[in-house]
């Protein structure tokens, strides 16, 4: 079992820098989430996938923020003309189904300079 | 809408003590999950314990055993002899059966003291 895995583990740029974060569910998971958590708060959902399909995207995804599943298998999520209040911890998470439990990677930390 | 609330945003007892965390939650829903998470500094989310809304019984998992009680909507965690790598965040969490999205509390911070 290798886990979810995310990469880079920690992401600095300047504000208004596009920048993708990419996340490797567990290989039989089809279900995969990303959440943002800021410092000192539980984790607020912002997308899910279901194989390749994108089922439900949170109202704190703005436009600016876009998140793929090709194939069913890694995910990607962008974040176009980042702003300061993008800075957090972005989190992904994989299940095996709707009301499995879901298991988490360690998360990518974007700093916006 | 679904919400959770952690009552206690620190907590801090002496190793091999027992320790309570609290947790409620507000819901129309029929059927839900709730979990316990634990996120140490620097460390990724890692589950806890899960329990299922249409099961009376409360989740033990080791030394974390649950409180449910479905009526008045709590779902406390309890560490047993409580050890030093216990030292982390707690997140409560909420899953409804019409969407799969985990709905959060704030969050406790336990400190285990030597």
């Known amino acids: 079992d290798t886990g979810v895995s995310q990469d880079p583990r920690h992401k600095i740029t300047k504000r208004g820098q596009n920048v993708t974060f990419r996340c490797d569910p567990i290989?039989?998971?089809?279900?995969l989430y990303w959440y943002r958590q800021t410092l000192g708060q539980g984790p607020e959902f912002l997308t899910y996938?279901?194989?390749?399909?994108?089922?439900?995207k949170s109202r704190l995804l703005s436009d600016r923020f876009s998140a793929e599943r090709p194939k069913g298998s890694f995910s990607t999520l962008e974040i176009q003309r980042t702003e300061q209040g993008d800075s957090a911890m972005y989190l992904c998470?994989?299940?095996?189904?709707?009301?499995?439990?879901?298991?988490f990677g360690d998360g990518t930390r974007l700093s916006i300079l | 809408a679904q919400t959770v609330t952690q009552s206690q945003p620190e907590m801090s007892v002496q190793e091999a003590e027992t320790v309570t965390l609290s947790c409620t939650y507000d819901t129309s829903e029929s059927n839900y999950y709730l979990f316990w998470y634990k996120q140490p500094p620097s460390r990724q989310m890692i589950l806890v314990i899960r329990q299922e809304a249409y099961k009376q019984q409360n989740a033990t998992e080791n030394r974390f055993s649950v409180n449910f009680q479905k009526a008045a909507k709590s779902f406390s965690l309890k560490i047993s002899d409580s050890q030093l790598g216990d030292t982390a965040m707690y997140f409560c969490?909420?899953?409804?059966?019409?969407?799969?999205?985990?709905?959060w509390g704030a969050g406790t911070k336990l400190i285990i003291k030597p």
């Open positions: 996938f279901q194989n390749e399909a994108q089922l439900e």
């Open positions: 290989s039989e998971h089809n279900r």
């Open positions: 998470a994989s299940s095996a189904g709707g009301n499995q439990p879901q298991h």
């Open positions: 969490a909420f899953m409804g059966d019409s969407n799969y999205q985990l709905i």
